[in-house]
């Protein structure tokens, strides 16, 4: 397979285009009569002399009809992240079949997130503080969380690992990727929505609210980041501000506002589940309830996976996991090093009682560390975070801050006896922010996990970098801070 794969970028080369593979069969024309490329790799030197002769007479003709390998792959994880993996997979012709434990798609992080993709990195608990010594940092984060992080040895342990890795000086370099990365899942997301013709709950902009002038200094650097990135921002008076949000109360306490217009609010459990349905026109099968229990290594990987038929079997070409929620004894045996932490936040919705009293698209309360947003015909209040296991009861301090803010900030907008929901969900986070998208050390085994805050913001860029890795194509953006053998060095 390895020298397929050369002689492909040799064709890709020589023509100045990708190719695309298929197991047609191939032309005799400058090919061997009749000659197949089967998945178990028996014929496949004589496929690559075929390739190195496409690629000597750059014959394009040939090259972008016949060249085409399909291979079977199982993706593990029906979120927003596996279905977007699943539909790019697809796209390149792959055969996709996707496995949960849950019963429906998106039911864990994608089920009531904030609804905010934010190429500008401006989201709540994106990346661990970058202030001073590992103690500072320490400090910072614990008490930015919603519960004292230092209440149990568990949790002490989970901010330590988020915090102890981040380093000041790495702080730059690692948010300058993360934009890069938001920006190129930014323009996938609009590639996918158009392309199928999807309607979705969305608005445009996001509103960070600031709440001092020296607050509004410690951004000068990170507003130079985001104009050489050409992430519009503008700072705006709270004059300004309102009229863009007309409904923001003339007592909300805010010195400034910054005015992302990249920024958006799109509905991602509807996008989710749009895509779902589309994908399995394509082709794509899910199997929910379905727990992986075991990943073997024989000729191909094999899962165990547990139903209520009992435990199946199903082997693939590739496997890739979109969820954290791997058995340990199953990382134990394959030496899957992905060191992540958990962060539990909370999210109100509420059904709009008056239009003109909600907001018209998202507004970020910095210093409050939560986010406003309109999504349709609802007001979605996203707000807190704690580390370590997740408690068994909501926290009642952290809801009633979420419906002071919103009556703060937008009084008179929710109607809230109707359809009111507070939800609390638990998001993985590697210990450096960014996500590990790429191959995870074992073999045909893929990794697209630890999003975090930024699950939906970088869900569709990560699923079309991690399927061209998987087809052996060059990548639009350099992977190798993302690569998760950065988690075991």
């Not at 397979?1 to 080369?13: D, G, L, T």
């Not at 609802?378 to 801050?401: D, F």
Request: glycine letters at 6%.
């Amino acid at each position: 397979m390895n020298r397929f794969v050369i002689c492909i970028a040799i064709a890709e080369k020589a023509l100045a285009k990708p190719i695309e593979y298929t197991t047609r069969e191939i032309p005799t024309k400058g090919w061997p009569r009749g000659q197949l490329f089967p998945r178990n790799r028996t014929n496949a030197p004589k496929f690559a002399r075929a390739c190195e002769k496409i690629a000597l007479s750059a014959s394009a003709k040939h090259a972008t009809k016949y060249l085409k390998v399909t291979m079977k792959i199982a993706v593990v994880g029906a979120g927003v992240v596996g279905i977007a993996t699943a539909y790019e997979l697809a796209t390149d012709g792959h055969t996709v079949t996707v496995f949960d434990k849950s019963a429906a798609a998106c039911e864990e992080a994608s089920f009531a997130n904030s609804g905010l993709v934010a190429p500008s990195m401006f989201l709540p608990y994106a990346l661990p503080s970058a202030k001073g010594s590992a103690v500072l940092r320490f400090l910072d984060t614990g008490r930015r969380l919603t519960l004292s992080p230092w209440r149990s040895l568990q949790q002490m342990k989970s901010l330590r690992r988020w915090t102890h890795a981040y380093k000041p000086e790495t702080h730059a370099k690692q948010l300058g990727i993360a934009r890069q990365l938001g920006r190129y899942s930014a323009e996938r997301l609009a590639h996918v929505l158009d392309y199928n013709q999807m309607e979705v709950e969305r608005s445009e902009g996001q509103l960070v609210l600031v709440r001092t002038e020296q607050e509004l200094q410690r951004f000068q650097t990170d507003l130079e980041a985001l104009k050489n990135l050409e992430i519009a921002c503008k700072v705006l008076s709270p004059d300004e501000a309102r009229k863009l949000e007309p409904a923001l109360h003339s007592a909300a306490p805010f010195h400034a506002a910054l005015h992302l217009s990249a920024d958006q609010v799109v509905n991602c459990r509807q996008f989710a589940l749009e895509l779902k349905a589309i994908t399995q026109k394509m082709g794509v099968n899910y199997q929910f309830g379905a727990d992986l229990q075991d990943l073997g290594q024989q000729s191909h990987p094999t899962l165990t996976l547990l139903n209520t038929q009992g435990a199946e079997t199903f082997t693939a070409d590739h496997v890739v996991l979109c969820t954290s929620q791997v058995p340990r004894p199953l990382l134990a045996t394959q030496h899957l090093h992905i060191p992540l932490v958990e962060l539990h936040g909370y999210a109100l919705s509420v059904a709009v009682r008056e239009p003109l009293n909600a907001p018209r698209s998202a507004v970020h309360v910095l210093h409050d560390n939560l986010v406003i947003n309109r999504l349709g015909n609802r007001i979605r209040v996203s707000a807190g975070a704690e580390l370590g296991p997740k408690p068994q009861v909501k926290h009642e301090q952290v809801v009633n801050a979420m419906y002071r803010a919103l009556e703060l900030y937008f009084p008179g907008a929710a109607n809230y006896p109707a359809g009111t929901q507070v939800w609390h969900g638990t998001r993985h986070a590697t210990t450096d922010g960014l996500p590990a998208v790429g191959p995870s050390g074992v073999p045909s085994v893929w990794l697209n996990i630890g999003h975090g805050a930024c699950g939906w913001t970088w869900a569709c860029g990560s699923a079309r970098l991690l399927a061209d890795q998987i087809a052996g194509r060059p990548t639009t953006l350099t992977l190798t801070s993302m690569s998760p053998d950065r988690l075991s060095r």
